[in-house]
């Protein structure tokens, strides 16, 4: 069936390093990515966005890369702060309605 | 951005009840609403994906029968939790698509429920 995925469950930063989570997907067809936040008891919070005739998007301390031919992407968050402590979830949408989401990666970062 | 109101945010309720969760749109016309369910320190689960004015397309394995959806207004979707035991029990949230709005889907805070 189709996925997105992400690779590590985990992360923990040190505050002011920078901070990379990984998203695979396996559908060729995607063509519209978002990564979200979630901090605990709270619903997903909209992060950044990046179509597929993009490779990349910047927003403030966020990047998001988005690598067709592996079918892979990334979020970067510069100079991690502890309020970026939370899950982070890739979904991506090959389907023009629905989304799928990853499995989610809880980044703790330590002061 | 725009806006998608829960309610209740949290309830709790006796086994063999059924609860009513609120979806709403606050400031733009949402023509698709999706429902999650979420368990802890897991990703959110698709259970369905609501029209206005149609019935709701349920992913495979959600019992329709259960979990009642229903999409009367381009602001408002429910979700009735039908006859709720505590294996129900878990993290619900909805997310609101327009068509005004491009591709960007919109998140509740979610509703939490507990079956006792």
């Known amino acids: 069936g189709e996925s997105v995925g992400l690779h590590l469950p985990t992360l923990s930063v040190q505050e002011g390093d920078n901070s990379i989570i990984n998203c695979a997907y396996s559908n060729s067809a995607s063509d519209y990515f978002i990564w979200y936040k979630q901090e605990s008891g709270k619903g997903p919070q909209f992060i950044i966005d990046?179509?597929?005739?993009?490779d990349k998007r910047q927003g403030q301390r966020v990047t998001v890369l988005l690598n067709k031919t592996v079918k892979h992407l990334s979020l970067q968050i510069a100079a991690t702060q502890p309020g970026d402590s939370a899950v982070y979830f890739c979904?991506?949408?090959?389907?023009?309605?629905?989304?799928?989401f990853g499995t989610g990666t809880s980044l703790t970062v330590i002061p | 951005g725009a806006v998608v109101s829960q309610h209740p945010s949290w309830v709790i309720c006796k086994s063999g009840t059924s609860v009513k969760i609120e979806c709403r749109s606050l400031?733009?016309?949402?023509?698709?609403m999706f429902w999650y369910r979420q368990f802890p320190k897991q990703s959110l689960m698709l259970m369905a994906t609501?029209?206005?004015?149609?019935?709701?397309?349920?992913e495979q394995g959600v019992e329709k029968d259960k979990f009642l959806i229903n999409h009367a207004s381009l602001t408002l979707s429910t979700l009735t939790v039908t006859s709720a035991h505590p294996e129900d029990s878990s993290f619900y949230i909805c997310?609101?698509?327009?068509?005004?709005?491009?591709?960007?889907?919109?998140f509740g805070e979610g509703s939490r429920l507990t079956v006792l």
């Open positions: 400031d733009f016309q949402a023509t698709t």
């Open positions: 990046i179509r597929s005739n993009m």
């Open positions: 997310s609101a698509k327009g068509s005004a709005l491009g591709g960007e889907l919109f």
């Open positions: 979904a991506g949408t090959w389907s023009g309605n629905q989304f799928y």
């Open positions: 609501s029209n206005e004015g149609s019935k709701a397309t349920y």
